[in-house]
């Protein structure tokens, strides 16, 4: 048994107008949806979802208009970006105050005594340190 193995036709991109012109075909001539879409060179699948998406726009059928979905598609982008934009806000902030020498090395191989931030790999600048002798907090 041989198979025929079709080459994959490139995507093709097509203005409203034509689109609209194919529908228009479709209704007036009395053709086929297939028959319409062999005369074009087009695959049927493709016009029977233009003719689908002109009865929604039309309000002949349910589902969402060309509008609709152009404003659903914006929505998701927009969404996307702000949670982006959320999840780099959420990322710790880089020590920015006083990175001082110490700061690319990890916790374990800084030198003792020093006062260590919340934030790992930052030194708490000198004059923030606490001193010798004197006790912290309330008290």
Known sequence: MTEQVRERRPRRSFSKQFKDEVVDLVRTSGKSVAGVARDLDLTETAVREWVRQAEVDAGQRAGLTT?????????????????????????????????????GLPVAG???????SSQAGCVSPPWRRPLPGIRQGGG
Request: with cysteine; hydrophobic share 30%; charged share 40%.
């Open 110 to 116: 800084r030198l003792r005594g020093a006062a260590q």
């Open 67 to 103: 509008a609709e979905r152009e404003e659903l598609s914006a929505l998701r982008t927009e969404n996307r970006t702000v949670r982006e934009e959320r999840d780099i806000l959420k990322r710790p902030a880089p020590c920015s105050r006083f990175p001082g020498p110490l700061a």
